[in-house]
Structures are given as C-alpha cells and as structure tokens.
Nanobody
Framework: QVQLVESGGGLVQAGDSLRLSCAVA????????MGWFRQAPGKEREFVAT????????NYADSVKGRFTISGDNAENTVYLQMNSLKPEDTAVYYC????????????????????WGQGTQVTVSS
C-alpha cells in the first residue's frame, strides 16, 4: 500500500517560515515526480511546486516563486517544501502528491497527472 504522509504544518505569523515534509512508503517515484498542491477554504486545489526526479527540474506557481523551495531525496523517498516570507493568503491545506510516470515538466502542474496523494497538512498564516 502506498502512503504519502505530510508533516510540518502549523500556525505562524506573516513573514515567518515553515518547512513541510512528505514521507513516502510503499513505492518510489524515481521515474516520475513529486509535487505540492494546496487548497484554501472555499477554493479549488491549486498547484504549488513540483520536482521531477530524473533531471531535478522544478516548477513553481507564480504566487510562490522566490519564497518557496521544493527539494527532496529520491533515495529516501522524501520531499520538502521550504516556505519563507509566508503571507496570510498562503493559508491552506497543503497536499503532497506523487507522479509515477514520466510527463513533461509543464504537465506536472496538473493534479490529474498525480496518482498518489497524502492526507494534507494545515498551514495557517496570521496577519
């Protein structure tokens, strides 16, 4: 059974930092990618960041570029999201997702290309 487990969420103030972690058990995504998505109350889930393991190509949503950094260790099946300069609009449930097959980097912004999902971790940023 494949499991993705996020951790590291919490309540912080605007300008603070958080580091989310996602641990994967049950398979690897060596030929694919891992990504982070988020869903704010009353909104659709949206793409945040992705890393494709085979060439380490990363992509970010425009709203987080320059503030968030995705990284990870494919051998250890772990992916991280370092979030700096947090804003109240970053408040959301953050989901880790795993893509098991190779797709173009741009396509990794689409949640339909991810087969596996974690349960989410809440990030709340107060003003």
């Amino acid at each position: 059974q494949v499991q993705l487990v996020e951790s590291g969420g919490g309540l912080v103030q605007a300008g603070d930092s958080l580091r989310l972690s996602c641990a994967v058990a049950g398979r690897t995504f060596a030929n694919g990618a891992m990504g982070w998505f988020r869903q704010a109350p009353g909104k659709e889930r949206e793409f945040v960041a992705t890393i494709r393991w085979i060439d380490s190509i990363v992509n970010y949503a425009d709203s987080v570029k320059g503030r968030f950094t995705i990284s990870g260790d494919n051998a250890e099946n772990t992916v991280y999201l370092q979030m700096n300069s947090l804003k109240p609009e970053d408040t959301a449930v953050y989901y880790c997702a795993g893509n098991a097959h190779r797709v173009l980097p741009g396509a990794l912004k689409l949640e339909g290309n991810y087969e596996y999902w974690g349960q989410g971790t809440q990030v709340t940023v107060s003003s």
